[in-house]
Nanobody
Framework: QVQLVESGGGSVQDGGSLRLSCVGS??????MAWFRQTPGKEREGVAA???????NYAPSVQGRFTLSKDNSKNTLHLEMTSLKPEDSAWYYC???????????????????WGQGTRVTVSS
């Protein structure tokens, strides 16, 4: 049974930093990503990584967030710096056993999802 467990969410001030982690179990995940969602809005792709190490970031987080994957631990990390109030959301880890050709930020492409971790950035 596949399970993705997120951690690292919390509350920070504008300009602060947080590190999110997602541990996968059950199967090795070739492709992993972070998405986020706020009430009333569609889920948004934040960053994704494929087996080759290629990473794709949403323009809104480019230069502020850093995605990394520890293949030996089937774990995904998202280092978030210079956080803004508009980054506040529930953050979800997504993964797939398939080797994507490119790191997709489309949530329809991912089979497995975590329960989410909440990030709140106050001004």
């Amino acid at each position: 049974q596949v399970q993705l467990v997120e951690s690292g969410g919390g509350s920070v001030q504008d300009g602060g930093s947080l590190r999110l982690s997602c541990v996968g179990s059950g199967y090795y995940m070739e492709t992993m990503a972070w998405f986020r969602q706020t009430p009333g809005k569609e889920r948004e792709g934040v960053a994704a990584i494929v087996g080759s190490g290629r990473i794709n970031y949403a323009p809104s987080v480019q230069g502020r967030f850093t995605l990394s994957k520890d293949n030996s631990k089937n774990t995904l990390h998202l280092e978030m710096t210079s956080l803004k109030p508009e980054d506040s959301a529930w953050y979800y880890c997504a993964a797939d056993r398939a080797q994507f050709l490119s790191p997709s930020l489309n949530d329809d492409d991912y089979r497995y999802w975590g329960q989410g971790t909440r990030v709140t950035v106050s001004s």
